[in-house]
Structure formats: C-alpha cells, structure tokens
C-alpha cells in the first residue's frame, strides 16, 4: 500500500467515525451537547473538524472513549487501535518536509519525522523554529499528525515549555510512554533513590506535617544530614481540609512547587514515602486518612475519603499498603460509600489508570524531565532576582521583609 493510499485509510476511517457520531442517537445528543458547552454555532468544515477531533479523541461515554465504541462496528479496527493510542504533545518543528514535518517532542524528548493527513499547502505560516500543539499516531512504522491544535512562534518558547510542563503534571506517564530510554532512566533512577532513602531514613516512610515535609526532602535529594527528631510532630487533632496549594493546575502549580508545603498556613500531615516500585511521594494528610480506620474522630472524615479515592496522585499502592494495616479498610470505605466493594473492585473503580499503565510517582518524573528542570529554574532564578531587587531597596532599620518582625539588620540583613 503507497503513502497516499494509507493516509486515505485512514481519513476514510475519521470520516467514518463522524457519521458514527451523527448516526448514534446517543452520541449525537452527548456531541450536540458538547457544542452547546464550547458555544459552536454555525461551524464551517474547517471549524467543525477543530472541535471534532478533540471530542472524539478525549470525550468518553460511561469511561468509553467515541473511538473504543467504533471500533465495534468497524473493519478498520487496526487504525482505530493506532488513533486511541495517539499521543497529543508539544512539538518544536525542527523541518518542513515535502509531505510532513520533523518534530521533537518538548515532553517525551524524541523527535519524530510525521505524515501530514492533508496537503502541506494548508500550513502557509507554519515555519521551522515554531512550536506547535499536536497529537500524533503511529501506524504501520509510519507517523502521522492528526491535529494540530494550537502554534506559537520562536519568541514564545517558555509558553511553549511551560504548556508542556502542565501537560507532564497532568499527565506523567508522557514523558516515558513512547520512550524506553527514558523508562530505563526513570527505573536506574527510583533503585538508585529508594536505596539511598532506606539507608538515609532506615524505613521507606516519614511522618510529619507540612511544616516540616519541604526540608525533609530537600534534605534527601542534596545530601544533608537532618535530625528528624525535629521534624516529627504530631497533630493533636486528625482534620481534612481544602489546601488550594495542591491544586494541580497550569496557573499555579509550578510557583506553588517553588513555595512547597509549607507555602500554607495551616498544618497538616505529610507523608513522605518511598514506594520501590513507584518512587518518592509526599502524600498529604496520611495520618488523617488512616486515623479514620483506627476508630478516631476525624472532622472531614467523608471528604478525605473521596480525596484518596478520586485524586489521581495517590496511588492504588498507598490503598493497598492501608488495607493490609487495618482489617477494616474495605468496611469503612463501603460505609461511606454505601456500596459492597472487594478491594479489587475499589481499585477497578478509583485507580484503573495504574491497572492499565506502568505510572511512576510525579516527582520522580519530573526529576528525571528536561523540560521541567530547564522551565523550574527559569523560575527559581526570577524568583531569586526578585527577591535581591526587594532586599537591596530595604534600609537597614526598617523592618525585614521576611515577615520576623525584627529589623533588617538583624536579620536577613546580617548577609
């Protein structure tokens, strides 16, 4: 089959698809329904097909994906497999080609040369040294670019960094998914570290509060000797509540990485864990959590409870770790949840994507990214030069900008 018979496969199969999604009842009233919430009315082709490919590629009815539900009605099954597995990314177009492009990926760290599905005529003002927004697929050892959402220009780079790093914390699993060299790298990583964690800590697991968790770790990942007898502190009272600081999303989160745990005013419990099979983890309010099967009052208990369940960050090892501990775990949770669940099927419900994928902990991740090192110090050096800029405008009796109520001099003021 020639390039030009494949790449009209496959937009037969997408054109195949939208006639499944205007012909299925059901789909229909979800597809119109999404349009509504988009506010698209009156769509020319080229603005239909915009909004279409992203509502068939992440829009699922009942955590059925549109094109799982094709599938089952379609001869081509071996395309649609290589359209669910696309991969949406950003791209830094390093050549225009006669029938493609040369991307390399800012987040798995590949560069791929792919097919375009129409003529290259429809990219006038796409040039080399931009960054695109795209989602790519692989079939039969060629690829292909499905979509190409959103460009930037060269001058943009660090919205194009920063864009990726979101998708990454979104999503982890990007940076390795496609690229067994960096799979190993992350695996070489987490031995390397959980070893070190062990012989630095003597146990895979440190209780504190948020007040305390940010030095802890730091410690470890630089080297330092701690005295953890400092950084152990009990709450008297187990409490969930809402910590807006972690909230992973684009606008904040890597300024809130910068600030830490102890960015928020209340304490909380932190725990940090070393999982061997995962890597390194702070999981906050632990001890909160696990006080509600040792019987204890626990102001927030159900809220907490569905944090653990819902947060896509805890793994299913952390439940698995808590079930075996406490005989009552599936007891309490079916309680709550007024279901009559066996932890398989609990896992099955809450942390299917670690059924389906090999996840490994966030941070290890994004230890182990370029992209995120090059963006967090891009940040930690503006940050740093901020706060020399404020620093050098305080005289020397005035009160010190660290909030100690003491005067410059003595303080901050010393170095």
């Keep these: 089959m020639t390039v030009i018979e494949k790449i009209n ?6 054109k195949d698809v939208f006639e499944f999604v205007q012909n299925n009842e059901a789909i229909n009233s979800d597809f119109c329904e999404y349009l509504a919430t988009v506010g698209a009315r009156e769509l020319s082709p080229n603005q239909m097909e915009k909004i279409f490919l992203p509502y068939i590629f992440e829009r699922k009815i009942n955590n059925v994906s549109i094109l799982e539900m094709h599938k089952e009605f379609s001869n081509n099954k071996e395309i649609l497999d290589a359209l669910i597995n696309a991969e949406s990314s950003v791209f830094e177009i390093k050549k225009i080609l006669r029938n493609g492009f040369e991307l390399y990926n800012l987040i798995n760290e590949k560069t791929y040369t792919v097919l375009s599905l129409t003529k290259m005529t429809n990219f006038r003002g796409v040039y080399s040294g931009q960054f695109i927004i795209a989602r790519i697929f692989k079939s039969n050892n060629e690829y292909y670019v499905v979509e190409i959402s959103g460009i930037l220009s060269h001058s943009q780079k660090d919205d194009a960094m920063r864009y990726a790093v979101m998708k990454l914390v979104q999503d982890p699993k990007l940076l390795y998914i496609n690229n067994e060299q960096k799979e190993e790298e992350i695996k070489s990583v987490i031995d390397e570290m959980y070893d070190k964690f062990i012989k630095t800590f003597g146990k895979d697991i440190i209780l504190t509060t948020n007040e305390h968790a940010d030095e802890i770790i730091g410690a470890f990942n630089d080297d330092e000797e701690i005295n953890l007898d400092d950084k152990i502190s009990k709450l008297e009272t187990p409490r969930f509540f809402h910590v807006k600081e972690l909230d992973n999303n684009y606008s904040n989160f890597l300024e809130n990485s910068l600030g830490g745990f102890a960015s928020h005013s209340e304490r909380y419990d932190v725990a940090v864990i070393f999982l061997k099979e995962k890597g390194l983890y702070a999981i906050p309010f632990y001890e909160t959590f696990k006080a509600i099967f040792e019987g204890k009052e ?8 569905k944090y653990f369940l819902n947060n896509d960050s805890i793994p299913d090892s952390i439940l698995e770790r808590l079930s075996i501990e406490h005989n009552n775990f599936m007891e309490v949770i079916n309680t709550s949840l007024d ?21 490994y902990s966030s941070a290890t991740v994004l230890y182990c990214s370029n992209v995120f090192s090059e963006v967090f110090d891009v940040i930690s050096d503006t940050e740093k030069n901020t ?29």
Excluded: D, M, Q
């Excluded at 279901?339 to 996840?359: A, H």
């Design 298 to 305: 626990v102001e927030g208990k159900e809220a907490c409870i």
């Design 9 to 14: 496969e496959i937009n037969k199969t997408i």
């Design 387 to 415: 706060s020399t800029e404020i620093i050098e405008k305080v005289g020397r009796n005035e009160a010190c900008p660290c909030g100690s109520g003491k005067k410059f001099k003595n303080c901050c003021g010393k170095a």
């Design 339 to 359: 279901e009559n669940y066996t932890f398989e099927e609990l896992i099955n419900k809450y942390k299917s994507e670690y059924l389906k994928n090999r996840l």
